[in-house]
């Protein structure tokens, strides 16, 4: 067996070197990739509640101007009802991953992605999947609460009711 020559070995180091610069280039573009993946997500989760929310206004609205006749609809069009009610009254739906009326649910309990009105409170809550950028005076898991309240202050029982956030909530996001 021939011993390989100092050409062979510089060949060798080269093919090394370009190795290790082309793992570094792909080990980047998979960092900045994941990155973007991780920002759609919250943004998708951030949007796809925008519009159940956008959703249950219209509801809302809809149910405190227009007469309906149903009985159940009446008793939760009033500060405090549940909006859920009024959109599967109107709709016949209900948002993704509603679990239903709860009495003193423990927000801890509740699975991420998950709306579930709570008789207790009065309000309807999401707990969010994704909490990058969010920001809620709330302590504990993420959550959004919505709250009906009358569409203005000092008003009678009859009037308008708008859907509203008990507490102020934002994201921030960055790309």
């Not at 149903?70 to 405090?80: C, D, F, L, M």
């Not at 016949?92 to 709860?102: I, M, S």
């Not at 005076?137 to 202050?153: F, T």
Request: aromatic share 8%.
């Amino acid at each position: 067996m021939k011993p390989k020559g100092l050409l062979h070995h510089k060949s060798w180091t080269l093919r090394l070197f370009e190795w290790g610069i082309l793992s570094c280039v792909v080990l980047i573009l998979i960092g900045v990739f994941l990155r973007k993946v991780r920002y759609l997500q919250v943004e998708t989760e951030r949007l796809s509640v925008q519009a159940t929310v956008d959703n249950l206004r219209a509801a809302v609205l809809l149910a405190s101007v227009l007469p309906n006749k149903k009985e159940s609809v009446r008793s939760e069009v009033r500060p405090g009802g549940n909006p859920v009610a009024l959109l599967k009254a109107e709709t016949g739906l209900e948002p993704d991953g509603y679990l239903g009326e709860r009495s003193d649910a423990d927000p801890n309990e509740i699975a991420p992605g998950r709306w579930y009105y709570d008789q207790a409170q009065g309000a309807l809550i999401y707990r969010l999947r994704s909490v990058v950028g969010f920001e809620s005076p709330l302590s504990g898991p993420a959550r959004i609460r919505l709250c009906l309240r009358q569409a203005e202050a000092g008003q009678s029982a009859g009037s308008p009711l708008r859907l509203d956030a008990c507490e102020p909530y934002r994201w921030k996001l960055a790309n």
